[in-house]
């Protein structure tokens, strides 16, 4: 299936809304103009095989401006600059090479020129004009030259050549054919001329992705705000000063989530935005996961559920959007695709590059992804703080009653303790001479309390193992602490 077609079904079976489709890339209708386009190339005569091409492409504020640069040899030009002449366009051109670069001088003539009559001998004056755009002159024709003329310049040029010269009329070595032949093919002319549908399909095009980023900005914008609605529910029903709150059940759906790296991955081997199509197979992993642990049934709180049903849509219109996007990005690489395949130009390299140079028109880097990660844990995520941001780089538990070094890191005390004991003075993490230093006055109150009001279960089975450990310090040698209680019958 064609993807044109292709492309309008996967939105049709998105059931998008009908802004959206508006909002998605013409393909149909940029493809009618590449046709166009190379009606037009034909119709002005330009050939890669014959001639060297330079296309480029420009902007001037919001217009796009295509320019199309070919080096062509003098019989080309001939035909191009008449078909440009007659079908209306303004082009530029300009020597490749002098008269002397063109054909050596004899020293058999005079390197004057002489002055030339125009005749009313309408192919006579084609070749006239032909050799005015050289800036040389042709010499006063005989009867016989005028004859040959008559019906084309190519014809003309031969006949010419044929034509014997008498040492009474021998012609200047400024002939036109002497300065350039018609028939050469090497390159002798540049021509710049900016055509008509290339032009409006770069525009047509340029303004779509103008409207998709704006769309883009829009979603965005409204996924923030939705980010926010949620970010105000969990902080809410997630709160330590409640008394039944659902800290612990939120903090394993974020945990679960986090892992879960649905649209943004940070592992090394698939490290960047992820595809559409990967991001809607490990968003359902995570549901899986959730109904797994029965998660949801563990809330206190109804609004909590109405939190995490909330929770829910908004990663399914992030998906939608996201599949949106990529989507017209797709739409964006195939036509270009194909307008370079028919014309044989490198739009697909200049084009995007030209749009990320001149405008803040990120949709191409398909950042939606990165942005809604970031968004994420920033304004919703991070609310809910995780143990694993607060533990102990010694013991790998949680780091309560912290001790913080001079050099700002930071351990539990029991930790601390007993690396004072083996008079290790230096710093775990960074060497530094600061261990022996330290004493009450380095504990971290504020720390300390915020531990216990965020993570009171991993608080309290800390404090019973630091517990445990004094006490097998003390009596380990007389009653064994992991030993089953005794029971009096």
Sequence with gaps: MKFAKTFQKVLAEETLPDEWMEKAIRYKSLKKIINKTVSELESVGVSRNDMTINYEISKLKRRIRPVLTMNVSPLSEALIVDKLDTLGYNYEIKPLKSQSQSEPESDDHESGTTELETPENSSYSTLQKFSDKLQVQLPEPTMDDRA?????????????????????????????????????????????????????????????????????????????????????????????????????????????????????????????????????????????????????????????????????????????????????????????????????????????????????????????????????????????????????????SVAYKPIRLDCGHLFCVRCLVKLQRKTEDRCPLCRQPVVMKADQRNLDLSQMAYLKMYFPKEVKKKQAENEKEIFKEQYGHVVDPDAKACIIM
């Excluded at 040959?148 to 006949?159: D, G, T």
């Excluded at 992705?209 to 900005?217: G, K, M, Q, R, Y």
């Design 148 to 396: 040959s003329v008559e019906s084309s310049i190519e014809a003309s040029a031969v006949s010419f050549l044929k034509t014997p010269i008498s040492t009474t009329t021998a012609p200047s070595s400024a002939s036109i054919v002497t300065a350039v032949n018609p028939f050469d093919d090497e390159p002798f002319y540049q021509i710049t001329v900016s055509l008509h549908e290339d032009a409006k399909f770069f525009q047509m095009l340029y303004e779509e992705i103008e409207a998709l980023n704006d769309f883009s900005d829009e979603r965005e914008n409204e996924i923030t705000d939705w980010v926010e609605k949620i970010a105000d529910i969990v902080a809410k029903v997630s709160s330590p000063e409640v008394r039944k709150n659902d800290l612990y059940t939120w903090r394993k759906i974020f945990q679960i989530y986090m892992d879960s790296q649905i649209f943004f991955s940070t592992i090394e081997q698939s490290a960047g935005v992820l595809s559409n199509a990967t991001s809607k197979i490990r968003y359902g992993k995570f549901l899986e996961k959730i109904e797994k642990e029965k998660l949801v049934q563990h809330f206190k709180l109804k609004e909590s559920l109405d939190g995490f049903m909330e929770f829910k849509a908004l990663n399914e219109s992030i998906l939608k959007v996201s599949n949106f996007q990529a989507l017209n990005i797709m739409a964006i690489s195939k036509i270009l695709k194909k307008f370079d395949k028919r014309t044989h130009f490198k739009s697909k390299e200049l084009f995007p590059l030209l749009i990320q140079k001149s405008e803040q028109i990120d949709i191409l880097q398909n950042s939606m992804g990165r942005d809604i990660g970031s968004i994420m844990t920033n304004r919703l995520l991070n609310i809910i703080p995780q143990v694993d941001d607060y533990l102990c780089p010694i013991c790998c």
